[in-house]
Nanobody, 125 residues
Framework: QVQVVESGGRLVHAGGSLRLSCTVS????????VGWFRQAIGKEREFVAA????????NYADSIKGRFTISRDNAKNTAFLQMNSLKPEDTAVYYC??????????????????WGHGTQVTVSS
């Protein structure tokens, strides 16, 4: 059974930092890509970042480029999203998603078969 579990979300002040974690079980972690998406209240879910199997290739949404960093530790079956210089508009539920890597890190949700339940990030002004 595949499980994708996010953690690390909480309330933080604007300008602060958070690191989200995503642990995946039931898949061969070293063969999967991992993506982060987010959904704010009243908005559609949007792509945030993605990382290839070794971490050599990453893709970021323009809205967070330079502030967020995606990484992974294959020995721990865990991916991370380091978020710095947080803004109130970063407030959202953050979802981790995974799928076997086929050479693409596109921003489409249908590129990911396995999803977590999300972790809430709230940035106060």
């Amino acid at each position: 059974q595949v499980q994708v579990v996010e953690s690390g979300g909480r309330l933080v002040h604007a300008g602060g930092s958070l690191r989200l974690s995503c642990t995946v079980s039931g898949l061969t972690f070293s063969r999967i890509k991992v993506g982060w998406f987010r959904q704010a209240i009243g908005k559609e879910r949007e792509f945030v970042a993605a990382i290839s199997t070794t971490g050599a290739i990453t893709n970021y949404a323009d809205s967070i480029k330079g502030r967020f960093t995606i990484s992974r530790d294959n020995a721990k079956n865990t991916a991370f999203l380091q978020m710095n210089s947080l803004k109130p508009e970063d407030t959202a539920v953050y979802y981790c998603a995974a799928n076997y890597y086929a050479g693409d890190l596109n921003e489409r949700e249908d590129g990911y078969a396995y999803w977590g339940h999300g972790t809430q990030v709230t940035v106060s002004s």
